[in-house]
């Protein structure tokens, strides 16, 4: 009887060490700087959900979205410092911190967001840069083509830009500078009134912002300058010593629900701007064309921005002709 007793006794403490069937072992939270009718953040709140569902509960996730935990400039610092445990924004929104990820965002001609996407979790595998080594790196995702919109004119030629006075923000701003454009820089949200009143003749701007910005509404003509469209990369991020709480199954679980979402966001930025041009063309938009010889044109023309963009990488110790090459390859 006595032995009976004790090897109860020891089976119940064994089962007492036992993480429980749904019992939930990492409670963190999430910043997203997109509203929750975006399709981007409603894309992070399935994510969150997803996790919970797949880790039977072990790993749950408190959602923020609209910069309620972090603002977008903030979020990736707000990481790392444990302001939130998972992070979405921007990798611009620092720029000159990412070096090696920054060759993703450069005009290298992209045509959806599925190819930016691919491009920029693959350059972050291939070369695992050390400025992102204060976080543990979920996955990546681009939006779709950043292309030209102007309000008056049609813009059809090189000749055509100089001197236009054109919405643009960071490498679309060198961008319209190398063409021979007049950049002005002002935040996406100021972009529409700035049309409207005439204070710019045009924006550089992702297809899927003349629906989700209206710009469709007074932008008229829109050229599909695809030898020089750009993207922008977007992370998500968590904080290191919250991922490595996680239990080693639930880590490989979250992996790869990673994969599978980084093409779910790609995936719908894509649609966004099959709506985006959609939009555009009910409002009564132009879209224009580059002839082949000028879209040859517009590449050489932006090649100073790439150039640039090798010398600061090359200026902080890095291998700028390795990652550039490697991210048009990837792209290709």
Not at 41 to 65: D, F, H, M, N
């Amino acid at each position: 009887m006595k032995k009976l007793l004790t090897t109860f006794l020891a089976a119940a403490l064994f089962c007492l060490v036992l993480p429980a069937e749904g019992r939930t072992e990492a409670k963190l939270t999430y910043s997203n700087f997109f509203p929750p009718t975006n399709h981007q953040s409603q894309l992070a709140e399935a994510w969150c959900r997803e996790v919970e569902k797949r880790t039977g509960g072990k790993v749950v996730i408190e959602y923020y979205p609209d910069g309620t935990l972090s603002p977008a400039k903030q979020c990736y610092d707000g990481v790392v410092e444990g302001l939130s445990d998972i992070g979405l924004s921007c990798l611009a929104y620092s720029r000159g911190r990412f070096p090696v990820m920054a060759a993703v965002d450069l005009p290298l001609g992209y045509t959806s967001a599925a190819q930016a996407t691919d491009t920029a979790n693959a350059v972050y595998e291939k070369f695992k840069p050390q400025e992102l080594a204060d976080v543990e790196p979920m996955y990546f995702n681009g939006h779709g083509p950043g292309l030209l919109f102007t309000v008056k004119k049609p813009v059809r030629t090189l000749a055509e830009i100089q001197g236009v006075k054109i919405r643009a923000t960071g490498n679309s701003a060198k961008l319209v500078e190398a063409l021979g454009g007049t950049p002005v820089a002002k935040p996406m949200p100021e972009n529409y009134q700035l049309l409207q009143k005439g204070v710019v003749d045009g924006s550089m701007h992702p297809i899927e912002s003349n629906k989700s910005f209206k710009l469709g509404e007074v932008c008229k003509y829109g050229t599909d300058s695809f030898s020089v469209a750009y993207t922008t990369v977007f992370f998500i991020v968590m904080n290191k010593d919250k991922w490595a709480a996680i239990d080693p199954e639930s880590q490989k679980i979250i992996r790869e629900i990673n994969k599978e979402w980084a093409a779910k966001h790609a995936a719908a930025w894509d649609e966004a701007d099959a709506e985006g041009r959609r939009f555009f063309l009910d409002q009564g938009g132009e879209i224009v064309e580059l002839a082949p010889e000028e879209a040859t044109a517009w590449a050489k023309a932006a090649q100073p921005v790439l150039d640039g963009y090798l010398a600061e990488a090359n200026g902080k110790g890095l291998d700028g002709e390795a990652i550039l090459a490697f991210t048009q390859s990837t792209l290709k």
